[in-house]
């Protein structure tokens, strides 16, 4: 069975950074693309970032572009976001999710997310 | 970037009804748009892609439809377990945009 699993999560004051984890099970994680998607407390889904199956290309929101970057490590089964300067409106639960192909960003897996609390 | 708008923001229905939620995308995706299931309390869970492709498992009274800019997810008799929301999303290329939700209560 596929699994993910999200870590790294926690309260952190603004301008601060933090590093998200996201362990892969259950799949042959190299030959996937893998996402980050968040959504703030009691509001909507908010795509975040892509990285392709082998880490070359790596796509960003507009919100996020220039403060996160997300890599993989492909011999662990790793997805990373690092998210720097960080603002209150990031307050979210970030969730991994696995491309249902190898490229397509359709997301058919998803871990149960991690807490990201931005305050003062 | 393309935006994406959906409606109705809530409806309320009974078991058995007919239900259709709208999502508009403001500049012509083709049919890179997929619709998404998020329970409360649970993760989000992708039914249907390529605007009509239902995804492997979902029940058949989930439908989509649409094309260009204007697409429908239909759910022909509602049951109490489609309570949620449900979320479009355009794929034809960065940025993923979800759709703002329609919550079916």
């Known amino acids: 069975d596929v699994h993910l699993l999200e870590s790294g999560g926690g309260l952190v004051q603004p301008g601060k950074s933090l590093r998200l984890s996201c362990a892969a099970s259950g799949f042959t994680f190299s030959n996937y693309a893998m996402n980050w998607v968040r959504q703030a407390p009691g509001k909507g889904l908010e795509w975040v970032a892509t990285i392709s199956f082998s880490g070359d290309s790596t796509f960003f929101s507009d919100s996020v572009k220039g403060r996160f970057s997300i890599s993989r490590d492909n011999s662990k089964n790793t997805l990373f976001l690092q998210m720097n300067s960080l603002r209150v409106e990031d307050t979210a639960i970030y969730y991994c999710a696995k491309c249902l192909w190898s490229a397509t960003p359709l997301f058919d897996y998803w871990g149960q997310g991690v807490l990201v609390t931005v305050s003062s | 970037d393309i935006q994406m708008t959906q409606s109705p923001t809530s409806l309320s229905a009974s078991v058995g009804d007919r239900v259709t939620i709208t999502c508009r995308a403001s500049?012509?995706?083709?049919?890179?748009l997929a619709w998404y299931q998020q329970k409360p309390g649970q993760v989000p869970k992708l039914l249907i892609y390529a605007a009509s492709t239902l995804q492997s498992g979902v029940p058949s009274r989930f439908s989509g439809s649409g094309s260009g800019t204007d697409f429908t997810l239909t759910i022909s008799g509602l049951q109490p377990e489609d309570v949620a929301t449900y979320y479009c999303q355009k794929y034809n290329s960065a940025p993923f945009t979800f759709g703002p939700g329609t919550r079916v209560d």
């Open positions: 500049q012509d995706i083709i049919n890179f």
